[in-house]
């Protein structure tokens, strides 16, 4: 036996690996093969192809969008994050975005959905159909751009038809959330009604109104018509919070976030605690209008950990938040730092677009020493501890008086009178008066 050449063949060489499987030699054997690979593939589960959306209508959502998120990210979610942008979203912004995770967050160009009663204000009022149109993916969530994730949101991927948060009165919704399936008609009979739209008439109310006519569009791969009503604590908003019922929400979460200073990992939820935290009217925590409209919506437990979460976002992003140290001038550059001195250490285009608009809108920026006050009738309910570290963070406080209107005294520990430093390296006095 010889090679190619000629040459007498090396004995015990393997030239030919033996197969275990049989290839067909008849037409007939091949069509059954053919049969049978078709048959395995329909009997494996399908991966279902999903992502989480948002809309950000102009520079100002950069913030807020940012946060949300990142709470997606730290919810453990495997979904791709598809944030879309109207025409109003400059190219900085974009960036950023982009930044956060190449391979997750994938930003997307949107047209903006004109009507007769089209202004700048109201420009981004049906924007968020435009999601429907996410046609590479299975399921898509949509979330708007206010909203906050304390916990994973996935399980909804797997309802069987449209899912919203009921409105306030009878069969009305809200479209602050949905859970939908991508269809370019369903987007295209939606933008056409808004498109007719002559009076003040709300992407919800539009949603609503095509759903009555066909039911039938709510339904993914079942017989089930109608959209499936979800419950509130899937974008709840803050004044809710404050309620009894809306108290019970939130039980659990302060000791699962301590947990997560342990384990970056976002830690089991409570079976039915708060999974989503809507920002819809009224202050948010990047912007507060009026005083009565803090009061109504501040929820100290939600407030503090939204503003933690846009301090990570920005050290994220290449700013340094309030828990690390520039190398050499050992100052922040966080989101609510990105004015001081260090600014040229940072990135510069990430704490200009994202910190400014982090800022209250509509007053001006207070440059004087202020004493804070914090009044309470029992700050064993509230995080009193974190909000004087808070509050001794700011640059203009010098001073942090707790006045204790309860019956019983104050605890010992902390000291009634004591000196706290903050993360400058200032001392700042705290005194509690019962």
């Known amino acids: 036996r010889t090679d190619d050449e000629g040459r007498p063949a090396l004995r015990g060489r393997q030239h030919f690996v033996a197969t275990t499987t049989k290839a067909p030699l008849f037409v007939k054997e091949a069509a059954a093969s053919d049969k049978a690979a078709r048959e395995a593939n329909a009997k494996a589960p399908k ?22 998120l990142m709470s997606l990210l730290r919810s453990g979610t495997d979904a791709q994050l598809i944030p879309l942008l109207t025409p109003r979203v400059s190219k900085q912004p974009e960036e950023i975005l982009r930044m956060m995770a190449p391979s997750r967050v994938k930003p997307r160009r949107i ?14 009022r049906y924007a968020r159909f435009r999601a429907f149109g996410l046609s590479g993916f299975d ?13 994973p949101l996935d399980t909804l991927f797997k309802i069987d038809r449209l899912g919203a948060v009921p409105g306030a009165y009878p069969r009305s919704l809200s479209s602050s959330l949905l859970v939908l399936k991508p269809s370019i008609d369903m987007m295209e009979n939606l933008i056409t ?42 974008a709840l908003a803050p004044s809710h919070l404050n309620d009894p019922a809306g108290a019970k929400l939130v039980q659990g979460l302060e000791r699962r976030w301590e947990l997560e200073a342990k384990d970056p990992r976002m830690g089991a939820p409570p079976k039915d605690g708060l999974a989503s935290v809507h920002f819809g009217g009224g202050a948010k925590p990047w912007w507060v209008s009026s005083f009565k409209d803090f009061v109504g919506s501040y929820a100290p437990v939600i407030w503090l950990r939204w503003w933690r979460s846009a301090d990570e976002a920005a050290a994220h992003l290449g700013c340094v938040g309030y828990a ?12 609510a730092l990105c004015q001081n001195s260090t600014l040229a250490l940072c990135r510069p285009r990430t704490c200009e677009n994202v910190q400014a608009h982090f800022a209250t809108r509509g007053h001006d920026r207070i440059s004087h020493r202020l004493t804070v006050v914090l009044n309470t009738i029992d ?23 707790i006045a204790w209107h309860s019956s019983s005294p104050p605890p010992a520990d902390p000291a009634p009178r004591r000196v706290v430093q903050s993360v400058r390296g200032d001392d700042v006095a705290v005194t509690t008066l019962w």
């Open 193 to 234: 009604r808004s498109e007719a739209q002559f009076d003040d008439v709300g992407a919800a109310q539009v949603l609503e109104g095509h759903l009555d006519e066909r039911s039938e569009d709510a339904r993914f791969d079942t017989e089930t018509e109608g959209w499936l009503s979800l419950d509130a604590k899937y």
């Open 47 to 68: 991966v279902l192809r999903k992502a989480f959306s948002t809309v950000l209508c102009d520079d100002g959502d950069a913030l807020p969008a940012v946060v949300l």
């Open 379 to 401: 700050g064993s309910k509230i995080p009193l501890e974190r909000l004087v570290a808070h509050y001794a963070n700011a640059t203009i406080v010098q001073r942090i008086v």
């Open 324 to 335: 690390a140290h520039l190398p050499s001038q050992g100052q922040r550059c966080g989101v």
């Open 111 to 124: 047209r903006d959905v004109r009507w007769p009663g089209f202004t700048e204000a109201t420009h981004c």
């Open 139 to 151: 399921r898509v969530i949509y979330l708007d751009a206010d909203s906050f994730v304390v916990a």
